[in-house]
């Protein structure tokens, strides 16, 4: 709320929340105020009639940096019946609900002394005391408005006053100030949790798709495919049975299976075991027990990389030709004796 409007507050248009762990104990002396220090400073003070008829209560929320006001509250009740009286050492926002205790609302009364306490409460005495709010510094403002209470209203008062540091956090919460917009660095930090959450979203989606329509009562975990856009093979050419490259996602089963391929150092390469269709998806089963298997959601073609068939063995060169050398001096010899028996009986 703005300095120039000063108007009575009405709480019950104040907004719950639940609070933070805020310490209500006045400051010790000469405070040293942090870069992480609360932006904001309560002043809280109640003034009950030594004699006469009324008495009260405020409580002024301002921004240290630019002692504006951000939150105001002025409760003057007259006739002033020694109602309950609201302790300025609770937080601002018990101290506050607690004001109407003290009697029946006089508005005009209450505007009257509300100008008082603006002459005195001034921008720069704000950003002083919220610089340096000492009991002593908070004795002489209070000093300072009582008598001039006293001198509008005709009327002995006595006060008491406590000063309570605010977090930015807290008047959000309670909607009294808006949010700051998000830095660079929490705007990429929201974004980042935002996709982490939007793909754990959709991995549990696909691994219910997954789950549907299938008889399998083992553990089925998370896989994509190794893309070999030289060699691979179309996804839309894949049949069971091929031998294809996986990563394995996900963290429980999953880690535990990618731990055992590391140690034993195997290649992540498993059969196809089933192919199903749905949603305008692909899922590719793969086989990598017998009480797991992997799936992969396939949306678009793409080459995966495949096992190539293993092929038989070339005979070597060398053995070739010694195999051939032997063939023919075998049939050399058979000739030499089939000569020699020709010339023995018919020559």
Same mark, same amino acid.
């Given at each position: 709320m703005p300095d120039e409007i000063l108007t009575v507050h009405d709480i019950k248009n104040m907004a719950d929340s639940p609070r933070g762990n805020t310490n209500t104990d006045t400051p010790p002396a000469e405070t040293v105020r942090k870069q992480n220090d609360p932006e904001f400073l309560g002043l809280k003070?109640? *003034?009950?009639?030594?004699?006469?008829?009324?008495?009260?209560?405020?409580?002024? &929320?301002?921004?240290?940096?630019?002692?504006?006001?951000? *939150?105001?509250? $002025?409760? %003057? !009740?007259? +006739?002033?019946?020694?109602?309950?009286?609201?302790?300025?050492? /609770?937080?601002?926002?018990?101290?506050? /609900?607690? %004001? +109407?205790? @003290?009697? +029946? %609302?006089?508005k005009d009364w209450g505007e009257k002394l509300q100008a008082e306490l603006k002459e005195i409460l001034t921008v720069d005495e704000k950003k002083k005391l919220f610089e340096n709010?000492?009991?002593? /510094? &908070?004795?002489?403002?209070?000093? @300072?408005?009582?008598?001039? $209470?006293?001198?509008? !209203?005709?009327?002995?008062?006595?006060s008491q006053t406590e000063a309570e540091p605010i977090a930015r956090p807290e008047l959000e919460r309670a909607k009294i100030i808006k949010p700051l917009p998000p830095t660079p660095e929490e705007q990429a930090r929201m974004q980042k949790e935002r996709e982490e959450k939007e793909k754990a979203e959709k991995e549990e989606r696909e691994r219910e798709e997954a789950k549907k329509e299938g008889n399998f009562e083992g553990t089925i975990i998370k896989c994509n495919p190794q893309v070999d856009p030289v060699k691979g093979k179309a996804s839309s050419e894949i049949a069971p049975g091929d031998i294809i490259g996986i990563t394995i996602e996900g963290d429980g089963t999953s880690a535990l299976v990618n731990k055992y391929l590391a140690e034993n150092n195997i290649e992540p390469l498993f059969p196809v075991d089933e192919i199903r269709e749905t949603?305008?998806? /692909? *899922?590719l089963y793969v086989k990598i027990s017998d009480? &797991?298997?992997?799936?992969?959601? &396939?949306?678009?073609?793409?080459k995966i990389r495949v096992k190539e068939s293993d092929k038989p063995d070339q005979p070597q060169k060398g053995a070739s030709f010694m195999n051939d050398l032997f063939f023919f001096g075998l049939l050399g010899a058979a000739l030499v004796a089939l000569l020699f028996v020709i010339r023995y009986f018919f020559l």
């Open positions: 003070s109640t *003034f009950t009639p030594s004699r006469g008829d009324m008495g009260g209560g405020f409580c002024v &929320i301002f921004e240290g940096k630019t002692g504006r006001t951000v *939150f105001q509250i $002025f409760w %003057l !009740a007259k +006739p002033y019946a020694n109602g309950q009286i609201p302790e300025v050492g /609770k937080d601002w926002r018990n101290f506050v /609900k607690s %004001l +109407p205790s @003290m009697g +029946p %609302l006089d709010y000492t009991k002593v /510094k &908070i004795r002489q403002l209070e000093s @300072m408005y009582r008598r001039s $209470f006293e001198a509008a !209203a005709q009327c002995v008062f006595s949603q305008g998806k /692909k *899922f009480e &797991i298997r992997g799936y992969v959601a &396939i949306t678009k073609d793409i």
